[in-house]
């Protein structure tokens, strides 16, 4: 196994991951009006006009367990008007990101388990921020679905440095060491430059790129916390990709910055969400 160590060797890789092509159109659209708190409906089709399985798509996720509706949502006007606008944009943000990217499976990589991971995430990371009455709870969703987005850039632009990666985790050193060592920079660090590039709101690629230690986050603690608890949820109940996560450990500095008042109070918490994402699974998985 070659590793990456030298200074020059480092700098060819942060080229590469500076000049990866833009976010897809579709996607950046979505982004668009997702930014855009002046975005209209009419945006909204717009987008969804350019694949219409985003219809039947978007309405597979208004009934599911998350909204806990008792009426079908069985129509786009109709979604909107039960969920609201701004609730639409995350979810074709979502889907216009699924669509864009397709991932090609590979030995120690499935696209479907990765999707299902990241969007369980998304989608517990809003209701734990609800609950919480935590105000950035548009942001979590979307931090939550992008909040291990890099594996898959990794995975696809830099296939070699993916598969060893993963082999010298396997041996039982921890992944952030293995991705230190073998490209030089974590996948919370590849994230940062490429949202960045792409444009997103520094909230946003803040809370990804400190997902794992959200007690030195910069912007907000308490969205980077309920991401992090997300995750470990998702990560302990071995929902979709996690194998790149197996070392996960709970930073329990969340627990003061949630206002739990010990750590067996925020057990309890994360029991009170097995329901709900075992309710959910199969709901998502017919996206994907």
Same mark, same amino acid.
């Given at each position: 196994?070659?590793?990456?160590?030298?200074?020059?060797?480092?700098?060819?890789?942060?080229?590469?991951?500076?000049?990866?092509?833009?976010?897809?159109?579709?996607?950046?659209?979505?982004?668009?009006?997702?930014?855009?708190?002046?975005?209209?409906?009419?945006?909204?089709?717009?987008?969804?006009?350019?694949?219409?399985?985003?219809?039947?798509?978007?309405?597979?996720?208004?009934?599911?367990?998350?909204?806990?509706?008792?009426?079908?949502?069985?129509?786009?006007?109709?979604?909107?008007?039960?969920?609201?606008?701004? *609730?639409?944009?995350? /979810?074709? %943000?979502?889907?216009? @990101?699924?669509? $864009?990217?397709?991932?090609?499976?590979? #030995?120690?990589?499935?696209?479907?388990?990765?999707?299902?991971?990241?969007?369980?995430?998304?989608?517990?990371?809003?209701?734990?921020?609800?609950?919480?009455?935590?105000?950035?709870?548009? *942001?979590?969703?979307? /931090?939550? %679905?992008?909040?291990? @987005?890099?594996? $898959?850039?990794?995975?696809?632009?830099? #296939?070699?440095?993916?598969?060893?990666?993963?082999?010298?985790?396997?041996?039982?050193?921890?992944?952030?060491?293995?991705?230190?060592?073998?490209?030089?920079?974590?996948?919370?660090?590849?994230?940062?430059?490429?949202?960045?590039?792409?444009?997103?709101?520094?909230?946003?690629?803040?809370?990804?790129?400190?997902?794992?230690?959200?007690?030195?986050?910069?912007?907000?603690?308490?969205?980077?916390?309920?991401?992090?608890?997300?995750?470990?949820?998702?990560?302990?109940?071995?929902?979709?990709?996690?194998?790149?996560?197996?070392?996960?450990?709970?930073?329990?500095?969340?627990?003061?910055?949630?206002?739990?008042?010990?750590?067996?109070?925020?057990?309890?918490?994360?029991?009170?969400?097995?329901?709900?994402?075992?309710?959910?699974?199969?709901?998502?998985?017919?996206?994907?």
């Amino acid at each position: 196994m070659m590793l990456v160590k030298n200074q020059e060797n480092i700098e060819k890789i942060l080229e590469k991951i500076n000049t990866l092509p833009a976010l897809p159109q579709i996607a950046d659209e979505a982004l668009r009006i997702l930014n855009d708190p002046n975005s209209s409906k009419s945006d909204l089709v717009k987008i969804i006009s350019k694949d219409q399985s985003f219809i039947s798509k978007i309405l597979t996720i208004a009934n599911s367990p998350i909204y806990g509706l008792r009426r079908e949502v069985s129509t786009m006007s109709f979604a909107v008007f039960v969920l609201g606008l701004k *609730e639409i944009k995350k /979810v074709v %943000f979502a889907i216009a @990101f699924m669509q $864009s990217f397709k991932m090609e499976r590979s #030995k120690y990589f499935n696209p479907d388990d990765f999707w299902l991971h990241s969007f369980i995430t998304a989608n517990l990371s809003r209701k734990i921020a609800m609950d919480l009455d935590i105000t950035n709870c548009g *942001e979590a969703f979307v /931090v939550g %679905f992008l909040h291990d @987005f890099a594996i $898959s850039i990794i995975h696809r632009d830099f #296939k070699s440095e993916f598969d060893e990666i993963y082999e010298l985790a396997s041996t039982g050193i921890n992944h952030t060491i293995a991705e230190k060592e073998i490209l030089t920079l974590t996948h919370a660090e590849v994230a940062e430059l490429v949202l960045e590039n792409w444009g997103l709101p520094k909230i946003i690629v803040d809370a990804v790129k400190f997902h794992h230690t959200p007690s030195v986050a910069n912007m907000d603690k308490a969205l980077t916390s309920v991401i992090h608890l997300a995750d470990y949820i998702t990560t302990v109940q071995k929902i979709g990709m996690v194998d790149w996560e197996t070392d996960l450990v709970l930073d329990e500095s969340i627990i003061e910055t949630l206002g739990f008042s010990s750590k067996e109070s925020l057990e309890e918490f994360i029991e009170s969400y097995n329901e709900f994402i075992k309710e959910q699974i199969e709901s998502i998985r017919s996206l994907i």
